[in-house]
């Protein structure tokens, strides 16, 4: 029972199944490239298309595209395009499903209630998506990601009138009656294991969210400060020239044996004469 128009189940199934999908296509070609996405190849009645424009969107952001929300200022165009999203059930079921037969007493139907041994209900979602880009300036092809398609899957089965016992895509763990199973893990007081992997969809910080971007409709100013900021106060500054004072070049010297002091070139001086030079006026 569901107390909204779509049931919770639906929707994470098709959700689940289009972040599988999107994460499947690789952005990277995108990366450093004025972007802009183009979603008029997706149908309005398509279920769920703004759910599925901004998790492309924020795929290919996350990749390094610089998405632009005006065509005229990007140099290439995302296009998206759907070839199905939605659901499917099938049930299977042992016993005798629910019938009614004809009155014994006049006004009085007689209904024979559903007797199910084992009956098994299978919902599948399923998202077939694809994108390609172009150079708007050209038209000619950029990229493509060519068609990726992904299923999820939610199973419910009762024993003898007991579930139901459910387990899935959409399911971290088997539940019974939307509660979850306790596992050996669990009895054993273990760490459960690892669930699906999050690619780009888990949480994740971008370092360099607030640096400038070189556009080219930028103007001379701001292409300066834009210099300016990415080289930093201290890569502006010239380090100063070092002067070699003026005379001879210096004789090779020998390497010193450790411990050993060099001596001072010119009349030699005795060890145990102490003497103080004066510098000399410049």
């Known amino acids: 029972m569901t107390d909204t128009p779509r049931t919770a189940t639906e929707m994470l199934l098709l959700s689940h199944a289009v972040d599988s999908a999107v994460s499947q296509i690789d952005f990277s070609p995108l990366a450093g490239r004025y972007v802009y996405i183009d979603a008029t190849g997706l149908d309005k009645d398509v279920v769920d298309r703004a759910y599925l424009i901004s998790l492309v969107r924020q795929q290919a952001a996350a990749a390094g595209a610089i998405l ?20 499917d059930r099938h049930s299977v079921l042992v016993g005798t499903p629910a019938l009614q037969l004809p009155s014994v007493v006049p ?22 998506i694809a994108v390609f880009a172009y150079n708007r300036h050209t038209g000619r092809a950029v990229w493509q990601s060519g068609n990726v398609e992904s299923v999820s899957r939610l199973k419910d089965l009762w024993v003898l009138g007991a579930g139901p016992f459910s387990q899935g895509s959409i399911r971290k763990r088997p539940e019974l009656a939307g509660e979850p199973l306790p596992t050996i893990s669990d009895l054993l007081h273990m760490q459960p294991s690892p669930q699906d992997r999050a690619l780009m969809l888990g949480p994740r910080y971008f370092p360099d969210h607030d640096q400038p971007v070189l556009s080219p409709y930028m103007g001379f100013f701001q292409r300066l400060g834009y210099h300016l900021w990415t080289r930093g106060p201290a890569s502006t500054l010239a380090a100063p020239a070092t002067v070699s004072s003026p005379g001879p070049a210096p004789a090779n010297k020998q390497p010193l044996a450790p411990g050993i002091a060099p001596q001072a070139t010119g009349s030699p001086v005795p060890a145990s004469t102490s003497t103080q030079t004066e510098s000399a006026p410049r």
């Open 68 to 87: 632009q929300d005006e065509r005229h200022k990007a140099d290439y165009i995302l296009e998206i395009r759907s070839g199905g999203i939605g659901t």
């Open 107 to 128: 006004g009085m139907p007689t209904n024979i209630p559903e007797i199910a041994l084992v009956k098994k209900n299978d919902q599948r979602g399923v998202a077939k």
